[in-house]
């Protein structure tokens, strides 16, 4: 078909539109596996969070599991509560009269004052 100057050729034109087509559908296709690879990648960040959540969790259930052992209940109430059971005797260190214990004394501690071109040079060769 001929209109003014140019010529159609409906053959060619039913090409064109099937390339133009056909590009676009891989343009979409790309895109979404752009995507896919996107959320796949934080499904498995997501995954090694919630195994470290879980290994979290089992470690605190055994921690609450022998915090509540009548074992460990006993052990804190002698070591750190200072109790004592019925028949145990209990034993209390008094100091000797008289006696005043001396101070430790405290260490002062000792500063330097470099520069930070003094600390470089310490740095590199070891000054």
Same mark, same amino acid.
């Given at each position: 078909m001929k209109i003014g100057p140019l010529e159609i050729n409906f053959r060619r034109?039913? $090409? $064109? $539109? $099937? /390339?133009?087509?056909?590009?676009?559908?891989?343009?979409?296709?790309n895109t979404r596996l752009g995507e896919l690879s996107r959320l796949q990648s934080q499904a498995a960040t997501v995954r090694v969070q919630a195994t470290g959540v879980m290994? #979290? +969790?089992e470690v605190l259930q055994? +921690?609450?599991?022998?915090? #509540?052992? =009548?074992?460990? /209940? %006993? %052990? !804190?109430?002698?070591? %750190?509560?200072h109790m004592s059971q019925p028949d145990d005797k209990v034993l209390v260190v008094m100091p000797? =009269?008289? !006696? #005043? =214990? +001396? =101070?430790?004394? #405290?260490p002062t501690p000792i500063v330097n004052n470099l520069s930070p071109l003094d600390v470089w040079l310490i740095f590199i060769f070891g000054k």
């Open positions: 034109l039913g $090409i $064109i $539109i $099937i /390339v133009c087509l056909v590009l676009i559908l891989v343009m979409n296709f290994l #979290t +969790q055994t +921690q609450v599991g022998l915090a #509540t052992s =009548p074992a460990a /209940v %006993e %052990e !804190y109430a002698r070591s %750190e509560a000797v =009269p008289g !006696y #005043t =214990p +001396q =101070p430790s004394p #405290t």
